[in-house]
């Protein structure tokens, strides 16, 4: 079946530091890739997504690129903020699946 | 638009207890998930109705049961509270089975 696996945290940055969180899958087809964030108290937000191949998903600062070759999808941001601090789930959603399919997240803590 | 609400935010109940939680999706949206997410366990599928019926189910005990109501407004009930269903509620709404979903910000539940 359909497999997300993140990297563990925490990851433990200071500020303006550069981020990689690590994401690989299996999956049948050709699934669309996600990325959420859920900050504290809170319930997930959709940050960024692809839906096929060399797709690089945007937003915030924040990218990933689709790379199939590699089954991986990692998210990466150039400069991290203390307000990025949050848990951050990488999920696929294959086409044989209306479920999507959501790795155990990482913690991502930024100091000042 | 307005994003996903549910209600209410917090909860403390006692064992043996049932409740019930309430998840307005976005306007238009006629796909309603919901999810249990615990330290422990991370995220997990309960189910997710689509036009009133229920189109899958996860892993959980029938205690665990919901609906779907004509505007889309979904509910989920926990018969017999146990106190390992202490838990962040989660609903998600998308516009059409197997499409981008988007998430509430939860009912966390505690069972005494």
């Known amino acids: 079946g359909d497999s997300v696996t993140q990297m563990e945290g925490p990851v433990t940055l200071s500020e303006e530091a550069f981020l990689t969180i690590n994401c690989t899958y299996t999956?049948?087809?050709?699934?669309?890739l996600f990325w959420y964030v859920q900050y504290p108290g809170e319930g997930l937000q959709l940050l960024l997504k692809?839906?096929?191949?060399?797709d690089k998903g945007s937003n915030k600062g924040f990218e990933a690129t689709y790379r199939k070759e590699t089954t991986s999808f990692h998210l990466e941001k150039g400069s991290v903020q203390v307000s990025d601090s949050a848990v951050y789930f990488c999920?696929?959603?294959?086409?044989?699946?209306?479920?999507?399919?959501f790795g155990r997240g990482t913690s991502l803590i930024v100091h000042p | 638009k307005a994003g996903v609400t549910q209600t209410p935010r917090y909860l403390i109940k006692t064992r043996g207890q049932q409740v019930t939680l309430s998840c307005s999706p976005i306007?238009?949206?006629?796909?309603v998930s919901w999810y249990q997410q615990t330290p422990g366990q991370g995220l997990q599928f309960l189910f997710e109705?689509?036009?009133?019926?229920?189109?899958n189910k996860g892993n959980f005990p029938g205690r665990f049961s919901g609906r779907q109501f004509s505007n889309s407004r979904s509910e989920m009930n926990v018969s017999t509270l146990e106190l390992g269903d202490s838990a962040l509620y989660l609903c998600?709404?998308?516009?059409?089975?197997?499409?981008?979903?988007?998430f509430g910000p939860g009912t966390r539940l505690l069972v005494l």
């Open positions: 998600a709404s998308s516009l059409m089975k197997g499409e981008t979903q988007y």
């Open positions: 999956a049948t087809g050709y699934p669309s």
């Open positions: 692809a839906t096929k191949a060399d």
């Open positions: 999920a696929l959603q294959s086409g044989g699946s209306y479920i999507p399919t």
């Open positions: 306007s238009g949206h006629r796909s």
């Open positions: 109705y689509f036009s009133e019926t229920q189109r």
